[in-house]
């Protein structure tokens, strides 16, 4: 928080003299003055109470709803800032001598004058809000709300020590849970900070234990590139074989795809750069049943695969078969190479208008 406003007011107690008439030259020096202090960041700053000083008060200012009005007053006093600006600098010019506001604003920048002021202001300021919080926190409608916020902690603090328990023995869809809880930072008291350790271990406890949610997650920290080098391809696809074979629909989407030479967890055309994993004829074994059922990234793996010859032979009119089917499910890079397929007359007849149409519905226009 910017101390300097504060210690000029004390400033301004032991200058003010009486009132002056104002003069262009007054006024100069007034805004000056305003500017060395930082008034508008000051008044429209994020509040920097100590909450480590004032625990209840840094409470109160962490609850949403409090957010919520502390940003609309916010907003608010910027839109007034102007208005609010030209009435302190009315004040400053009434008061002090031009000579007085320059040397307001010299002092204010020395370092003795800075040491003052965040030592006087500093202490004034938490004085003063600890008498506020006494005043805040008689409020009916902020006792309950803080109230409901406790309740409401203990309650997931309880949830959490049962799932806890049931991971421990031995259930692998709430050892998965918990898992997520620890690599997302949403576990009791950890104020969104992320637990490596206990995400890794109760993960593999679940994934040894049959979650394909967790086997899922370990094939994709095993697949996934970093800084250009894939984890352990072999182990992820271990990991990611057996998410298929317990009925996870991605995890078997993403084997089709590695075996035909694709990335595994999207629906993209680039190369998986894992030639070790190629095995195109079960790939496409793997896909189809699954393209047959309408899953779209099995649809457009296939669509692309008959029509570039990626591990299987050419097929373009599969291909715009495959295209089509996926369109139809909203796919609108399907319908943008359907597209191109009717203006290229590839694996379909030529047909301009046919083309156009698939065009216009890729762009959400009919």
């Not at 509040?47 to 957010?67: F, K, T, V, Y």
């Not at 998965?176 to 593999?204: H, W």
């Not at 994709?220 to 629909?249: C, H, M, Y």
Request: aromatic share 8%; net charge positive; charged share 25%.
């Amino acid at each position: 928080m910017r101390t300097g406003a504060i210690a000029v007011a004390f400033a301004l107690l032991s200058f003010t003299s009486g009132a002056f008439a104002q003069s262009p030259a007054q006024l100069r020096a007034a805004e000056r003055l305003l500017d060395a202090l930082q008034f508008d960041q000051y008044l429209t700053a994020a509040p920097g109470w100590n909450a480590s000083r004032i625990p209840r008060l840094g409470e109160l200012l962490n609850h949403p709803e409090m957010q919520r009005q502390i940003a609309d007053a916010r907003a608010r006093m910027q839109a007034g800032m102007p208005k609010i600006r030209a009435q302190v600098a009315r004040f400053l010019a009434e008061r002090f001598s031009e000579r007085e506001l320059n040397e307001l604003r010299r002092q204010f920048r020395t370092p003795a004058g800075a040491k003052f002021a965040r030592a006087k202001s500093a202490f004034d300021f938490e004085v003063g809000m600890a008498a506020l919080e006494q005043v805040i926190f008689e409020a009916p409608e902020i006792k309950k709300a803080l109230q409901g916020e406790r309740e409401a902690s203990e309650r997931r603090k309880v949830e959490f020590e049962a799932l806890l328990g049931r991971a421990e023995r031995g259930e692998a869809a709430a050892q998965q849970q918990v898992s997520q809880r620890y690599c997302s930072g949403s576990y009791p008291d950890s104020k969104g900070k992320v637990d490596p350790e206990n995400c890794s271990r109760y993960r593999l406890l679940a994934a040894e234990g049959g979650d394909t949610t967790a086997q899922y997650a370990l094939a994709t920290q095993n697949l996934v590139a970093i800084g250009g080098k894939s984890r352990d391809p072999q182990k992820g696809f271990e990991w990611l074989q057996k998410a298929a074979e317990g009925g996870n629909i991605m995890a078997r989407v993403g084997v089709g795809r590695l075996m035909l030479g694709y990335t595994p967890f999207d629906t993209g055309t680039r190369p998986s750069g894992m030639p070790e994993l190629l095995n195109p004829a079960e790939g496409e074994r793997t896909l189809r049943p699954l393209a047959e059922t309408g899953n779209v990234g099995a649809i457009y793996t296939l669509a692309d695969a008959y029509l570039t010859g990626t591990g299987v032979a050419k097929n373009p009119a599969e291909a715009a078969n495959m295209l089509r089917l996926s369109a139809d499910k909203g796919n609108r890079i399907a319908m943008q190479r359907l597209g191109d397929l009717y203006y290229e007359g590839i694996g379909v007849p030529r047909n301009l208008d046919e083309s156009v149409r698939w065009y216009r519905l890729s762009l959400g226009k009919k």
